[in-house]
């Protein structure tokens, strides 16, 4: 024992055992929020429940089985429930009911004792829809072209799913045109309109520029009357159709077809129909805008501002870490002011991010953006441009927060580099630059690519300094268009970090924003593995190519 304990074997059973919960604990977190949030998108099983109410009357309720929990028996006798002495514990299901628009809350819990019949019928109907949520009842007929049709809901899917198809690429045609023709015209009349500001402040605006502007702005009008007539052609006819719907109340309901994403019966559904609805879901909850304060629809703006504000923020702080990485290490004199740079550098690693944000408001957004705007934009005045939180700043103030990884990280690859290798390429006659490009930085670059993939870890999670320096709940437009310049630095932005936050903490429906919240979370882990797994991979294939330096 007193061998085995002296040969080190305790210490890498303990250092392995370590590794193995630590790694254990990651894969049972990530399957955790991998699960809740995948779930729900799988289509649910839609129950009828009669319940019973306090007044002795039945109410027939339509919903979903969201969660379901156990109460004690004596905590609802002294609320006055009336429950037989024999029992213990109650249970009580939390049921999706829908129907925002008629009912008072769209998740209810109802007691099991209470509930007098359980059913499944298959030919409930569920209804996604733009707004209001979800939509439960029974399709009782489909109008088309104002021919109404009723009769057996085998025969009325059908019917129904091509008008909803018609209806989606009308409206997808609207939103096309929408946000492209429509919105570069608005861009340039708004373009004219701070040209013709600009030259008024600079004295410069004389008749003859007053009519070329007005007569290009007659131009982009007439042809904005033509698009918003045929804008107004696609509306009108997405309103064409509907269907009327018998709910929970036992009242028909007519549903605008516009108004409808998609509609199916989910209990009629087989588990490869089901799969396939699920993937469909999926690929909608990624690529599609968020609707309804953020807890219906997509999250793609946030998916499309997170990578991009990670790749603006990489762009930013490789070159700055590296070169900064080259001074201290190669050209800088060893002595107490490089030692005091480092002790910096390693100490600002340590500094709360939301600090980061301060200062990125304070320095960037009202001092460097508002100088940028008297200079170059006084006709915006007093509309921000630049003075105001965007993409720019917040990637400027992650590069400040992720720069000592960058550096570390860098330096530490340089120390790595044999001397022999800088006095033997000196020696050959290149002068110090050329040994640090073509020899020191190229065998240095996997050590760089390490401190780039630390940094688009933190950088990507990180939520506090970016509520400061530009992240919105709803931004209206991406940075990228098809306006020129076609990348605006300036604007806001969506995160997928800051959605989490915003769904989770900020949602006035918690229980339907609570799926989200994990489907969120599982996304930004993908995405940020997605970003680290591109970025290893870049280094590898670096460190497979000057492997023969070292040599």
């Known amino acids: 024992m007193v061998k085995w304990h002296k040969s080190g074997s305790p210490w890498i059973w303990l250092t392995s055992g370590a590794v ?4 254990i604990a990651v894969l049972g977190l990530l399957g955790l929020i991998a699960w809740r949030g995948l779930i729900y998108f799988w289509p649910a099983t839609i129950y009828q429940f009669d319940v019973q109410r306090s007044d002795g009357q039945i109410e027939q309720v339509i919903g979903e089985i969201y969660d379901s929990e156990l109460i004690p028996a004596q905590q609802l006798r002294d609320k006055g429930v009336a429950v037989a002495s024999d029992i213990t514990d109650v249970k009580s ?4 009911t829908g129907n925002r628009e008629f009912v008072e809350l769209d998740f209810r819990w109802l007691l099991q004792p209470t509930i007098t019949k359980q059913l499944i019928p298959l030919d409930l109907a569920v209804f996604e829809r733009l707004k209001n949520g979800n939509f439960y009842g029974y399709i009782d007929s489909v109008t088309v072209d104002g021919q109404s049709f009723s009769g057996d809901v085998a025969k009325l899917m059908p019917l129904l799913e091509e008008s909803i198809a018609r209806a989606n690429d009308l409206n997808d045609a609207a939103d096309a ?7 570069a015209i608005n861009y340039q009349l708004e373009k004219m309109r701070l040209q013709q500001r600009r030259l008024e402040l600079d004295n410069l605006f004389s008749d003859e520029k007053r009519q070329a502007l007005q007569q290009s702005r007659d131009e982009l009008t007439a042809k904005y009357l033509i698009l918003e007539k045929k804008l107004f052609t696609f509306r009108d006819a997405t309103k064409r159709d509907f269907v009327t719907v018998r709910d929970m109340r036992g009242e028909l309901v007519p549903l605008n077809i516009s108004n409808i994403l998609d509609a199916n019966l989910p209990n009629q559904m087989g588990i490869f129909s089901k799969f396939a609805h699920w993937l469909s879901a999926m690929g909608s909850f990624v690529i599609d805008d968020p609707r309804e304060a953020n807890t219906e629809g997509g999250v793609f703006p946030a998916i499309f501002g997170t990578i991009f504000m990670v790749m603006l923020m ?6 700055f870490g590296v070169v900064a990485a080259i001074y201290m290490h190669e050209y800088a004199q060893k002595g107490i002011v490089i030692k005091f740079i480092r002790i910096a550098v390693i100490n600002l690693a340590g500094v709360p991010s939301v600090v980061y944000g301060v200062f990125g408001l304070g320095f960037f957004v009202y001092i460097l953006g508002g100088s940028i705007d008297d200079l170059f934009y006084p006709e915006a005045s007093p509309s921000p441009v630049f003075g105001s939180p965007g993409v720019l700043w917040s990637a400027l103030t992650l590069a400040i927060l992720t720069l000592p990884v960058v550096i570390v990280s860098t330096e530490e690859g340089l120390s790595r580099i044999p001397m022999a290798l800088r006095q033997g390429s000196l020696a050959l006659g290149a002068t110090k630059a050329e040994t640090l490009w073509k020899i020191v930085v190229p065998m240095a670059s996997p050590a760089i690519m390490t401190g780039l993939i630390l940094a688009v870890a933190r950088a990507a999670g990180e939520v506090a300094p970016l509520m400061l320096v530009g992240v919105v709940k709803m931004a209206p437009s991406l940075p990228l268009d098809t306006n020129f310049p076609f990348l605006h630095l300036e604007r806001k932005f969506m995160h997928l970090g800051f959605h989490i936050y915003d769904v989770g903490f900020q949602s006035p429906n918690v229980e339907a924003a609570r799926p989200l919240v994990f489907a969120s979370s599982f996304l930004l882990v993908t995405v940020i593995i997605g970003l680290n797994m591109t970025a ?12 023969s330096l070292e040599h």
């Open 20 to 23: 193995s919960i630590s790694l």
């Open 93 to 96: 299901l939390l049921v999706k």
């Open 177 to 183: 045109l929408q946000n492209g023709d429509i919105s």
């Open 314 to 319: 990489a762009v930013i702080v490789t070159p």
């Open 536 to 547: 290893i991979g870049i280094r590898n294939h670096l460190r497979e190519k000057y492997r």
